[in-house]
């Protein structure tokens, strides 16, 4: 079986030692890493409902052809006062507060409780789940008792086999500090796409501050992006996305979705400038020039490929890095390359940074 070649080799502690290289196994290949994380994909859509008194209600547009969960989370993790709903359908069907359904109406409701829910891990003290067995392509309406310990509540409502598909992802997924920032979401109903819809998206930091609505622009096909030329804060670490969709279909069927998407932002430890290659005796050297701009112990990673994506060699080694220029090498064995043409090589240098762990830099010649 053929191996592919990973973003980063494992990490693990490090102590200053010799450079390490090697060869790898035939029929790897090499892949550059990837520009984003994989898309997420979303069949369900999320609401917070502030507490403004006593009782809240929010409406829950369905696209038909599924069932649909829905579940009402309270805003603290301790509580323990029973959120109560009533759902409504579309036919005027109801599934009153006290009521927990049945197979037969096509209306169940299960309860957890706070015990319950922390053994779960899940958020919220206890919880509301109404399912929906069959829905219609119409709104559903849920109307909330707010519990008094509570600052409000967030309504989740899932259709797990619905074909109306919301994919979103932000790019890059490691971004170097100045880089611009692209947001993407995609709509599909049964593999059509979508146009005409709302889209947008929130940013969120890595201390969890979050920023203004930003408006995706709709490309005619489906697909809808925006691009930002900086974050709106100098914070290094995981950035959260959250997508908004909301629409109506070629059918004249209205449907909203939630989506995500996550990039880190690198905090511009070093940059590489360039990549320099000389044979010297037995050995490829690998030259990279680069400005060091936190001081720190890093690792230095070379992989070698051909010119058909073969993964060919590699090298690796731990550096200890002041502020300032320097210059980054790692020497190569020539009998790793076997017959490879040298001048045909293509390289990929990073700097990884082991006090604080990111990638501090990237080249390819």
Known sequence: MKKTLLLLLAIAPFALADDVTGRFDAGSRYEE????????????????????????????????????????????????????TQLRTPE???LERS????????LRRFKIDAAESAELGVAGGAQDVVHVMHTAAASYHLDIDMPDDV?????V?????SRLVLSTWAAPLSRQPGEPVTLHAELRNRDMPIAGASVTARLAS???????????????????????????????????????????TAEGVRFARTGSGELVAERGAA???AIETEVDGDTLRVRVPAQIHAAGTYRFDVIL????????????GVRKLETGETTLELRIPLAHLGETNIDALRIDARLLGLDEIGLAGRITN
């Open 33 to 84: 890493p990837a520009l984003h994380a994989p898309p997420h994909v979303s069949r369900m859509f999320a609401r917070s409902i502030p507490r403004t008194g006593a009782n809240a209600s929010v409406e829950l547009p369905a696209t038909g052809g599924s069932g649909m969960i829905v579940w009402t989370i309270p805003a603290r993790r301790d509580s323990r006062t029973p959120v109560t």
């Open 92 to 94: 005027g069907n109801k």
């Open 99 to 106: 009521e927990r359904g049945s197979a037969g109406r096509g």
């Open 151 to 155: 600052a409000g509540v967030t309504v």
């Open 157 to 161: 409502a899932a259709e797990p086999e």
């Open 206 to 248: 890595p201390r969890g501050r979050a920023f203004e609505t930003i408006e995706l622009a709709d490309r005619g096909d489906g697909v809808y992006t925006a691009t930002i030329a900086d974050l709106p804060e100098r914070a290094h670490g995981a950035w959260q996305v959250r997508f908004e969709a909301e629409g109506v």
């Open 271 to 273: 940059r590489l400038r």
């Open 305 to 316: 490929a051909d010119g058909a994506k073969n993964g060919v060699a590699w090298g690796e």
